[in-house]
């Protein structure tokens, strides 16, 4: 079993909702449990391509992390997250489209991966609050402090709380 952490956002629809129905689908997915469930974080849009942070146009996004417990091999979770984005109606219909869910997969254990689908860690993590600071919620062995003031300029507002299915 290898303890992966995996990013929610979404700013289309039922964004709440959204997050939550996708906890529950990591939770059924074979040889996997969703152990620890970050709050919920209000971000705007960011594009964080060039390797600094911008506001992007569109909706506010909410976004979580989520830790999982899996024996799926990392291109099997990729695709079982991806299945999930594609059921809860995901387009991409260009880089950075508002989304009604995005799972992007953060960690995989202490995996190093780089492949054409897949890079772990998330290459861009470190340039996001949204990221950083539910993920230090539920881990904060994973994020240092000079991460999160690296990241601190960025508007972020923690919501609720998002729990994992029993």
Sequence with gaps: MVR???ALGANLGDAAAALRQAVQAMG???LTQVRRCSSVY???PLNTDSGEAS????NDYLNAVAELETGLAAPDLL????QIEQ??????????APR???LDMLLYGSARIDSERLTVPHPRMALRAFVLAP???IAPELVSAAQLSAVANQAIKRLDHLTAPD
Aim: aromatic share 6%; proline share 9%; hydrophobic share 35%.
């Design 55 to 58: 506001v992007a146009p569109g």
């Design 135 to 137: 993920l230090a919620e």
């Design 28 to 30: 059924q997915l074979p």
């Design 4 to 6: 992966a952490y995996v």
């Design 42 to 44: 209000k971000t705007a």
């Design 100 to 102: 009604t869910l995005d």
């Design 87 to 96: 059921q809860a109606g995901r387009q991409r219909p260009y880089r950075n």
């Design 79 to 82: 695709n079982h997250l991806q």
